[in-house]
Structures are given as structure tokens and as C-alpha cells.
């Protein structure tokens, strides 16, 4: 039977095996292993000792498949990830094995399909690295971050109840009770209202940026035209008021989270139109291009833009750039923007120089049929 | 409750601010409801059943029920009053600062007739009791006198 030692002529079988020792034997931070065609081991290196626990001795001649937790056997991803091998060349793959201590290892590697000239299987490289701690530090972090974002929702909604009675008595104080208050207590509860109404924008915020993050909501096909167009009558009275020009090529349909996009587009444009220059009318342009294995959108304005050192920061939770006095806003529309296209496996980022508008892209992944 | 009001609105809510806009808003739009108030579900319940258990039974118009209540989950409590042989047909109208679709699924389930979020203005305060007294309560009352018949 042919074997790997076939693949350098003139080195027989025993030569390249003991080659093969020598090369790779002793590396113990790396598991190297030899399948044949079937998916039985040839060779198990120090390294898949080490990670595995089981000795080479126990594993010769055996199914690397045995080390797939229960619930990957049943489901045939040993077998699955040979035919990917042999199909594609190669096959990259993370995923729970079995310890012979009866714990688990996070193993991450590539498992390659090695051919003779004439392109038959010799069998399977797998060589393969145990990142455990890093899996774990993940696992850990995204629970942090459930919870963190989690917190957030029920704190902002929690904050909301208290505030709409603050809004509530201040509406009545003054319909109520304004003649009854000299100029200066009016003007107290004017500050008060304002205070209030400007706090429950900033919850509301709050909560979307909380819900951006949210896997559970769906993604289906949506005409990226139809979302920009109800945006943009949403935002007639600012573009009347501006006297603004908002033009469109055509776009897409994608495969989105419609409400969150269209969340997306109401922010760049409502900052499009915030971020005016004094006297001159918002001419507000976007399209959308396909460029390698994505869509990438561009809201382009020609407004006060963004100095080059804030391009970075502008996209964090909080991030004002302007005084409360001159611009309205609760810092959040961009962060929400970045986490919601961050879900849709996309990026956001801008260009601009100040006194010549911005350029905010954003991408958003292409699927085969798009 | 007496009989000189036309409409006996029974008010779950433990909140006393909320109890008192209710109060003004109410005042404002018709004042001829009368409004009685239970802080939590067990008081809520044992009032109920009291009013329920005379004879003949003196059952209010409408019940107001918030969803979050001190003692025990609003549902809960709508769930009893929809088994309770006499309040069963007393409509149920949830009043909540929840806009979760699970609680708005769950008070349908259970046959709230109506589910509100609380408004956040005075003006669409009065508007939402105008718009219960006026447009959902008789719309409740002919649905139930058909049913009978």
C-alpha cells in the first residue's frame, strides 16, 4: 500500500517515517497527526500526546473521530470533516475534543488532504493547537458582555418610569399651576422639562444600543432603497426646515435586520443634517457600490465635518464632539450605528476634513445570491 | 360604590404618582367615573371578591390592571379574574409601562381586552382615557351583550 514516503522519491517508507520523527516528534505545543484515506492514525506526535493525553500507542490505528465529543459523532462531523478535506484541499476547524482525563479541549487547527500525482488520497495531515484559555477567555467575555448589555435594558427601563413622572408633573406644574409661579419658577420648571425630556432621549438610546447587540432579532432580504426611502420622509420636516438635497442611487436588497438599518441610515443622516454648515443648505449624496465581498454604502454631506484626531473616538458611546447648546444629541447615534453593523458583520468608518463634509462608509457582507 | 357615577373604574396600581395622574386625567376627561384604587394584587383580589360576593354582586366597569405589582405578577391576577365565576366578564384593560411583546402576547392569552403603555404626556394621557371610555368600553360592552345572545 502507498503511503506518505511514496510522495519524495528515492526515500524509502522507514527513512521518511523516521524523518517525520525527527521533524516533528518532539514539537509538544503543536499536534501533528497522520491519517490514511479511512481516517486511522499513522503517527501521533509528542505534541497531540500532550494536548490529548493519550499516548501514541493508544491511538495508532485508531479513528481520530473517537476524540469528537458524543453529540459531534452523532451528528457524523468526524466523517464530514474528512470528505470537506478531501473535497476542498483543506479544512480549518475549532471545536470541543475529548481529554483522556474525561475533560475537554478546545482544539483549533487544519486538517489537509494529501494526494500522489495521480491524485489519489494518501490520507490526512491534521496538525492542530490547544486554545483552551483563549476559547474560555471568550466564552467569559461574551458572558460579561450579555450581562453587561443585559443590565443596561433593565436599568435604562427601570429609569424610565421614575423619569416619565418627573415629565408628568412638570407638564402639570406649569399647565396647571404657571399663573399661580412668578417669571423665575417658570423658568425653573422650563429647565427642569427640558432636563427630563432630554434624559428620556438619552434612555431611549440607551435601550436601542442595548437591543442593537440582540441575536434573537431576524434577518431577512430588504430592499436597502425602500429602508432609505422611508427614512428620509421620516426626516422631511428637518430636510424642508434645511432646505436640504438628499439623493440616492439605487441599492441593493440585502439580507438585514430591517428596523436596525434603518436605525443605521437615520443616524448618518440625521448628523448629515445636524452638522450643517451656517447658511448653506445640506446636499446630502449616498450609494452603494459592490466592492469584492461586499456592499459598501456612503452617506456623503457637505457640512462643518470632523477633525482628523475625533474620526476614531466619534464611534464610542458618548461621544460628543460639539456642546449640548449647539447640537443636540445624546452621543450615542454613532455607537449605535457601529454596533448594529458590527452585528451585520460589517464596518463603519468616515472621511473627512473639516469645512469640507464627511464621508461616513459602512459595509455590509455579500451572499452568494446578492 | 355609588350609584351617582355612571362608570366604576377599578385602578390596580401601586405607584402613588401614577395613582394621582390617574386621578387628575380622569377628572379631566369625564367626571362622571368614579375611580377606586387597590396598592397591590392580594388587596386587589380580596376587594374584588368582596364586591363580587354581594348581593346582587356590585361589580366595577372596568378594571385598570398594571403588570407590576409589589405582591405578585399582574397576570396572575388577571388569570384569576378570568376563572372567577363573577368577575370573569368584568373587562380587563392591562396598563403598563411594559412594551416587551412576551407581556403584551401573555395579558392576549390570558383575555385582557385591551393592552396600553403608559403615556408619557398629559396630552396623550387624556387622549387614552378618552379613547377608553369612549371608543373601547362600549365596544366591550356590545361584544358581551352579543355573546350572550
Redesign the interface.
Same mark, same amino acid.
Given at each position: 500500500m502507498k503511503d506518505f514516503g511514496d510522495l519524495i522519491s528515492g526515500v524509502s517508507q522507514e527513512d521518511y517515517k523516521s524523518l517525520f520523527q525527527l521533524a516533528f516528534g518532539a514539537n509538544s505545543s503543536l499536534a501533528i497527526i497522520l491519517q490514511d484515506p479511512e481516517g486511522r492514525v499513522t503517527f501521533w506526535n509528542r505534541g497531540a500526546e500532550c494536548i490529548t493525553g493519550f499516548r501514541a500507542e493508544e491511538m495508532l490505528g485508531e479513528f481520530f473521530g473517537a476524540l469528537f465529543l458524543p453529540e459531534d459523532r452523532t451528528l457524523k462531523v468526524p466523517e464530514r470533516e474528512l470528505l470537506e478535506a478531501a473535497a476542498k484541499g483543506y479544512t480549518e476547524n475549532e471545536r470541543w475534543l475529548h481529554h483522556k482525563s474525561d475533560t475537554r479541549f478546545w482544539g483549533s487547527g487544519i486538517n489537509t488532504c494529501i494526494r500522489d500525482e495521480s491524485g489519489r488520497s494518501l490520507g490526512y495531515v491534521k496538525v492542530f493547537r490547544d486554545r483552551t484559555i483563549s476559547k474560555q477567555t471568550e466564552e467569559k467575555i461574551n458572558r460579561i458582555n450579555a450581562e453587561l448589555t443585559h443590565f443596561i435594558h433593565l436599568a435604562s427601563h427601570d429609569l424610565q418610569e421614575p423619569l416619565r413622572m418627573i415629565g408628568l408633573y412638570l407638564e402639570l406644574l406649569k399647565k396647571r399651576c404657571g399663573e399661580k409661579l412668578d417669571r423665575e419658577a417658570n423658568e425653573f420648571v422650563e429647565h427642569a422639562g427640558n432636563s427630563a425630556r432630554r434624559l428620556q432621549t438619552l434612555i431611549d438610546d440607551l435601550l436601542k444600543y442595548s437591543q442593537a447587540g440582540n441575536e434573537e432579532e431576524s434577518f431577512a432580504p430588504a430592499d436597502m432603497s425602500s429602508i432609505f426611502d422611508a427614512v428620509v420622509d421620516d426626516l422631511k420636516p428637518a430636510v424642508d426646515g434645511k432646505k436640504a438635497i438628499v439623493t440616492r442611487q439605487t441599492m441593493p436588497i440585502l439580507h438585514v435586520n430591517a428596523p436596525q438599518i434603518s436605525e443605521v441610515f437615520l443616524n448618518l443622516l440625521s448628523n448629515a443634517l445636524k452638522y450643517s454648515r451656517a447658511g448653506v443648505p445640506p446636499v446630502i449624496l449616498v450609494d452603494a457600490r459592490p466592492i469584492n465581498s461586499e456592499w459598501v454604502f456612503c452617506v456623503q454631506d457637505n457640512g462643518i465635518g470632523i477633525p482628523e484626531n475625533q474620526q476614531q473616538a466619534i464611534f464610542g458611546p458618548f461621544k460628543r464632539l460639539h456642546a449640548k447648546d449647539r447640537y443636540a444629541g445624546t452621543g450615542l447615534g454613532l455607537a449605535i450605528c457601529k454596533k448594529i453593523i458590527e452585528r451585520h458583520k460589517g464596518r463603519i468608518w468616515l472621511e473627512s476634513s473639516p469645512g469640507h463634509g464627511a464621508r461616513f462608509y459602512f459595509s455590509l457582507p455579500r451572499r452568494q445570491n446578492e | 360604590m355609588s350609584a351617582q357615577y355612571q362608570t366604576e373604574i377599578f385602578s390596580i396600581e401601586d405607584?402613588p @404618582?401614577?395613582r394621582r395622574?390617574l386621578e387628575?386625567f380622569l377628572a379631566q376627561v369625564d367626571p362622571r367615573c368614579h375611580l377606586t384604587f387597590a396598592e397591590t394584587g392580594g388587596e386587589a383580589s380580596k376587594r374584588l371578591g368582596e364586591l363580587a360576593g354581594r348581593e346582587p354582586p356590585c361589580l366595577p366597569d372596568l378594571i385598570l390592571l398594571d403588570l407590576n405589582l409589589p405582591d405578585r405578577d399582574g397576570h396572575s391576577l388577571l388569570c384569576e379574574i378570568r376563572n372567577h365565576p363573577k368577575l370573569k366578564d368584568v373587562p380587563v384593560i392591562i396598563f403598563s409601562?411594559s412594551r416587551n411583546p412576551a407581556d403584551m402576547g401573555k395579558s392576549q392569552t390570558y383575555q385582557a381586552n385591551a393592552y396600553f403603555t403608559?403615556p408619557?404626556? @398629559?396630552d396623550e394621557?387624556e387622549a387614552l382615557l378618552r379613547r377608553i371610555l369612549t371608543v373601547e368600553l362600549p365596544s366591550y360592552r356590545r361584544f358581551e351583550r352579543e355573546s350572550v345572545a
Amino acid at each position: 500500500m502507498k503511503d506518505f514516503g511514496d510522495l519524495i522519491s528515492g526515500v524509502s517508507q522507514e527513512d521518511y517515517k523516521s524523518l517525520f520523527q525527527l521533524a516533528f516528534g518532539a514539537n509538544s505545543s503543536l499536534a501533528i497527526i497522520l491519517q490514511d484515506p479511512e481516517g486511522r492514525v499513522t503517527f501521533w506526535n509528542r505534541g497531540a500526546e500532550c494536548i490529548t493525553g493519550f499516548r501514541a500507542e493508544e491511538m495508532l490505528g485508531e479513528f481520530f473521530g473517537a476524540l469528537f465529543l458524543p453529540e459531534d459523532r452523532t451528528l457524523k462531523v468526524p466523517e464530514r470533516e474528512l470528505l470537506e478535506a478531501a473535497a476542498k484541499g483543506y479544512t480549518e476547524n475549532e471545536r470541543w475534543l475529548h481529554h483522556k482525563s474525561d475533560t475537554r479541549f478546545w482544539g483549533s487547527g487544519i486538517n489537509t488532504c494529501i494526494r500522489d500525482e495521480s491524485g489519489r488520497s494518501l490520507g490526512y495531515v491534521k496538525v492542530f493547537r490547544d486554545r483552551t484559555i483563549s476559547k474560555q477567555t471568550e466564552e467569559k467575555i461574551n458572558r460579561i458582555n450579555a450581562e453587561l448589555t443585559h443590565f443596561i435594558h433593565l436599568a435604562s427601563h427601570d429609569l424610565q418610569e421614575p423619569l416619565r413622572m418627573i415629565g408628568l408633573y412638570l407638564e402639570l406644574l406649569k399647565k396647571r399651576c404657571g399663573e399661580k409661579l412668578d417669571r423665575e419658577a417658570n423658568e425653573f420648571v422650563e429647565h427642569a422639562g427640558n432636563s427630563a425630556r432630554r434624559l428620556q432621549t438619552l434612555i431611549d438610546d440607551l435601550l436601542k444600543y442595548s437591543q442593537a447587540g440582540n441575536e434573537e432579532e431576524s434577518f431577512a432580504p430588504a430592499d436597502m432603497s425602500s429602508i432609505f426611502d422611508a427614512v428620509v420622509d421620516d426626516l422631511k420636516p428637518a430636510v424642508d426646515g434645511k432646505k436640504a438635497i438628499v439623493t440616492r442611487q439605487t441599492m441593493p436588497i440585502l439580507h438585514v435586520n430591517a428596523p436596525q438599518i434603518s436605525e443605521v441610515f437615520l443616524n448618518l443622516l440625521s448628523n448629515a443634517l445636524k452638522y450643517s454648515r451656517a447658511g448653506v443648505p445640506p446636499v446630502i449624496l449616498v450609494d452603494a457600490r459592490p466592492i469584492n465581498s461586499e456592499w459598501v454604502f456612503c452617506v456623503q454631506d457637505n457640512g462643518i465635518g470632523i477633525p482628523e484626531n475625533q474620526q476614531q473616538a466619534i464611534f464610542g458611546p458618548f461621544k460628543r464632539l460639539h456642546a449640548k447648546d449647539r447640537y443636540a444629541g445624546t452621543g450615542l447615534g454613532l455607537a449605535i450605528c457601529k454596533k448594529i453593523i458590527e452585528r451585520h458583520k460589517g464596518r463603519i468608518w468616515l472621511e473627512s476634513s473639516p469645512g469640507h463634509g464627511a464621508r461616513f462608509y459602512f459595509s455590509l457582507p455579500r451572499r452568494q445570491n446578492e | 360604590m355609588s350609584a351617582q357615577y355612571q362608570t366604576e373604574i377599578f385602578s390596580i396600581e401601586d405607584n402613588p @404618582a401614577e395613582r394621582r395622574l390617574l386621578e387628575i386625567f380622569l377628572a379631566q376627561v369625564d367626571p362622571r367615573c368614579h375611580l377606586t384604587f387597590a396598592e397591590t394584587g392580594g388587596e386587589a383580589s380580596k376587594r374584588l371578591g368582596e364586591l363580587a360576593g354581594r348581593e346582587p354582586p356590585c361589580l366595577p366597569d372596568l378594571i385598570l390592571l398594571d403588570l407590576n405589582l409589589p405582591d405578585r405578577d399582574g397576570h396572575s391576577l388577571l388569570c384569576e379574574i378570568r376563572n372567577h365565576p363573577k368577575l370573569k366578564d368584568v373587562p380587563v384593560i392591562i396598563f403598563s409601562n411594559s412594551r416587551n411583546p412576551a407581556d403584551m402576547g401573555k395579558s392576549q392569552t390570558y383575555q385582557a381586552n385591551a393592552y396600553f403603555t403608559k403615556p408619557p404626556s @398629559a396630552d396623550e394621557f387624556e387622549a387614552l382615557l378618552r379613547r377608553i371610555l369612549t371608543v373601547e368600553l362600549p365596544s366591550y360592552r356590545r361584544f358581551e351583550r352579543e355573546s350572550v345572545a
